[in-house]
């Protein structure tokens, strides 16, 4: 039997009992939507993190005396107004693994526009650290060793604190006001969002470290340092020459504790990515449960077929039609009618995660690639859950078909 025979009598039959066909179809439509609305969310959480990895970096660590406790004393009580600046510059001196190190000093401060006041998060440091972050200028420049060296009373904002201060004005070329103390804003850097904490990574305002240390930090000691791999050195390496360097400096004995952390940026962004493909795991399952009942719908619709239509398939036999013949009939029956399901069902799951980004801001990601996913998905379904039905239409006996009422 010709292969456009066969689905001109699966078509047939179909059409011959349409509020079945329709409600078979429907289960179908929903478990198909189910997994395309749930693949589509989960890899647009996926590129999200991704994006946000990228972004930060997954290169760099933070080092700092914040939270220890030596003798029951804090670490910071005895720490050197200056002890960051050096142990970054040594850091970048001694270790063959690091590529760049800065001290940073971050504290939240008002700031006076001509438009706006507004308190976003300041922070000194040298020019190294946006080859750390990742992090570059959407206009203006970056600035540079020489301004740091000169005193200049120059910064970079990022945009949240850029919109805050100056609404839809061009920031760079603009002055702001900190601690009474008059700075141009020379770069606008790009947009970093929120990752891990929650904290709005484009909330800052970035000063050189000499000018910001001098005019705006006061007595505020810096207890940060930020020191990043050269390209290909695994982290492991780099925080053990981190680590020998600072105990060398700071001459603890081999009994005596890290009097400093170090925290590996990378660990974050791997948990993040980790409990993201989890959630993508869940959500396909749950959607999957939902295939397998639109599953079970067509099987029974197709046994219920088999039982309506057995003097049919008697009088088929008897005439010629081979076991072969009534199990492909049936058989393509089944993958149609998922088949029609999983185009139905991609349209309306692409539907549902566009509605689900518009009206939760999440990001969704649709590939055509997906399109083939559903019609697979749904040709799977219908072969494995017509297969039966089909077998047993084939294995009926012509003579007990004929006799059937």
């Not at 053990?240 to 105990?247: A, F, G, K, S, T």
């Not at 001459?251 to 890290?258: C, F, R, S, T, V």
């Not at 599953?295 to 072969?324: D, F, K, P, Q, W």
């Not at 492909?328 to 980004?357: P, R, Y």
Request: proline share 3%; with cysteine.
């Amino acid at each position: 039997m010709r292969f456009s025979t066969i689905l001109y009598e699966a078509l047939v039959s179909l059409t011959h009992h349409k509020v079945r066909t329709s409600l078979s179809v429907l289960g179908i439509v929903i478990g198909i939507a189910s997994v395309i609305a749930m693949v589509a969310v989960g890899q647009g959480a996926k590129a999200r993190v991704e994006r946000q990895i990228e972004a930060m970096g997954n290169d760099w660590l933070t080092i700092g005396f914040w939270g220890i406790q030596r003798g029951g004393i804090r670490r910071q009580q005895g720490v050197p107004p200056d002890l960051a600046e050096r142990d970054a510059r040594a850091i970048a001196e001694q270790c063959s693994a690091v590529r760049a190190a800065t001290p940073s000093n971050t504290m939240s401060m008002q700031v006076v526009s001509s438009y706006a006041n507004y308190q976003p998060r300041v922070q000194g440091v040298y020019p190294s650290y946006f080859d750390i972050r990742r992090w570059k200028p959407v206009a203006g420049r970056l600035f540079t060793n020489d301004d740091m060296n000169m005193m200049r009373r120059v910064c970079c904002i990022g945009q949240t604190a850029a919109r805050e201060l100056f609404g839809a004005v061009y920031p760079v070329g603009e002055t702001i006001r900190v601690n009474r103390i008059t700075f141009e804003i020379i770069g606008e850097l790009a947009a970093k969002g929120t990752f891990g904490d929650g904290r709005d990574n484009d909330d800052y305002i970035i000063f050189p470290w000499s000018v910001f240390q001098r005019q705006i930090a006061g007595n505020e000691i810096s207890q940060t340092m930020f020191a990043a791999a050269v390209p290909g050195a695994p982290l492991s390496l780099v925080k053990q020459e981190i680590r020998n360097v600072l105990r060398d400096r700071h001459h603890l004995g081999e009994d005596e504790d890290d009097d400093f952390r170090i925290v590996d940026r990378s660990v974050a962004a791997e948990a993040s990515a980790a409990a993201t493909q989890t959630f993508n795991w869940l959500l396909t399952t749950i959607a999957g449960i939902s295939l397998v009942v639109g599953g079970v719908g067509v099987m029974n619709v197709t046994l219920v077929s088999v039982t309506e239509r057995t003097r049919e398939i008697g009088t088929r036999m008897a005439i010629g039609a081979t076991g072969e013949a009534i199990l492909t009939q049936f058989l393509a029956e089944a993958v149609l009618l998922c088949m029609l399901g999983g185009v139905l069902g991609f349209a309306f799951g692409s539907a549902v995660a566009q509605v689900v980004s518009w009206k939760l801001g999440w990001d969704v990601l649709i590939s055509y690639w997906m399109a083939g996913l559903a019609i697979g998905f749904a040709t799977c379904v219908g072969v494995a859950f017509g297969a039966y039905p089909a077998w047993r239409a084939s294995r009926l006996d012509p003579i007990e078909a004929l006799r059937y009422e």
